[in-house]
């Protein structure tokens, strides 16, 4: 999934194969070195992993475990740089938006976490996880009593069902579709162009709702991921009554324990909360902060100073997907009241450069670049150690079968650029060839990547057109199939644990659309193969099969230089309580803040 300035992850490890799931564990920050040593956090990142169940009833009951020392009132600020690219639903695939929708909105399922590592999949709108029935096949949804969205309508299995089908409609175009295309194949918007609005809908052997609490999904293989996938903002319920269709993107309805009170588009986003929400039907929200006061604009090295300082408001904010500031990170780390007011962990995120493969179809000028991007002063700009490792493939090491040593454009041994082997790649490439539009982000970390990619690249004879995208947009410019860029960075992290769900989404031709994370638009009958093979093998037989793929893709095809693996490092005000880093969503976890005073 996009971060807000690469797609929202899930920073989960996996092991499938014993028929559990696993995810990497991140704690919250004690003034440790961790970050420092790039080796060591990423032996964390594979070895901090426990078990992920799926949870029954009880366990997906509310209220929520209390925070210790939490105290109701107040209102928290969040700074953040851009506004928001989409609040429908169905729109959000950006980690930015997925932070306000655990706000906002709630689903048949989502991710509860212990705060040591323990992450479960309980019941949120649904009274469970889901019951599996034929093998996987077949898996079935009871909806909780008295659940109503802000307007006291009562949700039912119409509603779940109008939540599905209107992904297929033409106007939705940037979130998930996973389960559309489990239902119906890559092509699914041809099976429902009007998604539900008009008078046909899935047929029952498809979606059924029998009545009006239950849900079934039946799908023509076992879909063992399905409550995983639920739980993504992207398919938090829409209630159908409310629907306004494209204006909902400006105005939706809440089902979670806030709602919009007012909303001034790339200015700022004021939550209260939501009365009829139920805290005894939620087991993993809170709702101690009488409200949500966002800011947008605020740039990553004015949230740092601010925070810093912790003077005024500035006591009762956080970061909300920003981080502190590469300049400012000594400032932070070298002073231990600051310090204490940070979490950290390792992200799932992979940062590319990606290739537009309908505008650069020279593999040599890929592969010069590739040899000549330098991680190294990225990395710098994102931080240095806190905020990133050199990334030597596609696959972060928060995945299974992550191979450290899998470095086939030698970017370990000179994170700096291989210059001399760039050049020696473009020797015999046409001038025209090497002139290329380098798409990048109107914000502070998309001026230091522009710097970064122009002077690596100037180095050894690109001539590098930089074309400045809106940061709150740029993912919907960039995703865009006849967009006028050659070159643009991106970040995809697993949506649960598995290979796949990182090659399938940014890597098959099948899904190459507007608003697909198919940025290079590689479209390979190889990688097809390897894809469509994975897809029918058990975990432990397809797992060879993903890295067979991800060798051919990265060497044969090379539709992205690999940059590097991201960190999170965050902080908030002091009188900011229950601060803790998520592993679900790789920020500060907004589910169960409070202000201390």
Request: hydrophobic share 35%; with cysteine.
């Amino acid at each position: 999934m996009k971060t807000f300035t690469s797609r929202r992850a899930r920073a989960i490890v996996v092991a499938l194969a014993a028929g559990s799931l696993a995810l990497t564990a991140c704690s919250e920050n004690t003034g440790s070195s961790s970050g420092k040593d790039s080796g060591k956090d990423q032996e964390e990142a594979k070895t901090q992993s426990n078990a992920v169940t799926y949870q029954d009833a009880a366990a997906s009951t509310g209220p929520a475990e209390e925070v210790p020392g939490a105290k109701p009132g107040g209102t928290i600020i969040a700074y953040q740089e851009s506004g928001l690219s989409h609040l429908d639903p169905g729109q959000i695939y950006v980690s930015d938006a997925g932070q306000v929708a655990n706000l906002l909105f709630r689903g048949l399922t989502n991710f509860e976490e212990d705060g040591k590592g323990g992450v479960s999949v309980v019941g949120d709108l649904a009274t469970d996880s889901g019951k599996m029935s034929d093998g996987g096949k077949t898996w079935t949804f009871t909806l909780k009593d008295g659940i109503k969205d802000q307007n006291g309508k009562a949700i039912t299995s119409a509603d779940v069902r109008h939540t599905i089908e209107r992904t297929y409609a033409e106007f939705i175009f940037d979130g998930p579709t996973y389960i559309q295309n489990w239902l119906n194949g890559s092509k699914f918007k041809e099976a429902l162009p009007d998604g539900g609005y008009g008078d046909k809908h899935l047929p029952a052997e498809v979606l059924d709702t029998p009545d009006d609490k239950t849900i079934v999904f039946h799908f023509d293989k076992p879909r063992p991921d399905l409550p995983q996938t639920l739980a993504m903002p992207g398919y938090s319920i829409v209630p159908e009554a409310s629907d306004t269709k494209e204006q909902y993107d400006k105005a939706p309805v809440a089902t979670g324990p806030y709602k919009i009170a007012e909303y001034k588009l790339g200015k700022s986003l004021k939550l209260v909360k939501n009365d009829q929400w139920d805290p005894n039907s939620d087991s993993v929200r809170h709702q101690y902060v009488d409200g949500w006061d966002f800011q947008f604009g605020v740039t990553e090295s004015t949230q740092t100073k601010r925070l810093i300082s912790d003077q005024g408001d500035s006591k009762n904010a956080i970061q909300f997907t920003g981080s502190v500031e590469a300049t400012q990170i000594q400032d932070v780390v070298g002073d231990a009241e600051v310090n204490k007011r940070t979490i950290q962990g390792f992200q799932p995120y992979v940062q590319v450069l990606n290739f537009n493969l309908d505008r650069v179809k020279n593999k040599a000028v890929r592969d010069a670049i590739t040899y000549a991007v330098n991680s190294k002063s990225l990395i710098a700009g994102e931080g240095g150690a806190y905020g990133g490792d050199v990334a030597a493939n596609l696959l972060a090491p928060t995945l299974p079968g992550y191979e450290a040593d899998y470095d086939p454009y030698g970017r370990l041994k000179t994170p700096q650029g291989n210059i001399e082997k760039a050049k020696e790649l473009l020797a015999d490439v046409p001038a025209a060839e090497k002139k290329l539009v380098f798409a990048y982000a109107n914000s502070e970390a998309g001026q230091k990547r522009k710097v970064a990619i122009e002077d690596a690249l100037t180095k050894i004879g690109v001539d590098v057109v930089a074309k400045e995208i809106d940061a709150a947009s740029y993912y919907e410019q960039i995703g865009k199939l006849d967009n006028p860029y050659d070159i643009y960075i991106s970040g995809w992290g697993q949506d649960w644990p598995s290979a796949g769900t990182v090659i399938t989404p940014v890597y098959d031709g099948d899904q190459i659309a507007d608003g697909s994370p198919n940025y290079s638009h590689i479209n390979d009958p190889k990688v097809q193969e390897l894809i469509n093979k994975a897809l029918t093998q058990e975990p432990t037989e397809a797992a060879a099969t993903w890295t067979e793929a991800h060798h051919y893709i990265l060497e044969k095809v090379n539709p992205a230089a690999p940059l590097w693996y991201t960190k999170q490092f965050q902080l908030y005000g002091s009188n900011i309580g229950g601060a803790r880093y998520s592993t679900e969503s790789s920020y500060i976890d907004v589910t169960r803040l409070f202000l201390k005073s």
